[in-house]
């Protein structure tokens, strides 16, 4: 008898963090045209897609006349060898900073299961940074236009994501982070 409300406790000290996370939010606008061009990944969680990347992972987003977004994303293995991916991404209906994301041929666009949530969960007003996630947590990439980020404004975008219950243990760095100059 006396297991249950131990047993209960523990439930409860390890889903709190959880219970207590804020939800993950798409920003309310976003441009597509401003968001349009070359980003550079700064860092992401582990995803097997780029397990293969070792550096200079760039994500390409262009305007098509259909009203969706090619995305070409790109990044250098070990051997040194350039690999590119081909993708679309496409609005979702009323959610400005929500898109959907495939990177299979357009004859499998009518599977649900291809497409992937793409949220822009965070986004510098002059579009010279973003942070993108989903609503499960298993994906998250901090992005800029420049292949540096500034080493607080990095520390700022972790703590927004795990105030949204990201888990950052495994979180790989892609590209330098820089110290603001000294006054």
Aim: proline share 8%; glycine share 6%.
């Amino acid at each position: 008898m006396h297991l249950r409300p131990a047993l209960l406790t523990c439930l409860l000290l390890f889903a709190a963090p959880v219970l207590a996370a804020e939800p993950v939010r798409a920003v309310s606008e976003l441009d597509i045209d401003r968001y349009a061009g070359q980003w550079h990944e700064i860092a992401h969680l582990p995803v097997s897609f780029q397990k293969q990347c070792v550096g200079e992972i760039t994500a390409n987003y262009g305007l098509r006349r259909d009203g969706r977004i090619s995305v070409t994303n790109a990044c250098r293995k070990a051997d040194g060898e350039r690999v590119v991916a081909e993708g679309v991404a496409r609005p979702v209906a009323g959610q400005p900073g929500q898109l959907q994301v495939r990177f299979v041929p357009d004859w499998l666009s009518w599977v649900p299961l291809v497409w992937a949530d793409y949220w822009v969960i965070a986004l510098d007003p002059d579009y010279q940074w973003a942070m993108v996630g989903e609503p499960g947590h298993k994906y998250l990439w901090i992005l800029a236009r420049l292949p540096e980020m500034d080493r607080a404004l990095f520390d700022r975008l972790k703590a927004k994501a795990e105030a949204m219950g990201y888990d950052l243990a495994p979180l790989r760095m892609m590209a330098p982070l820089r110290d603001a100059p000294a006054d």
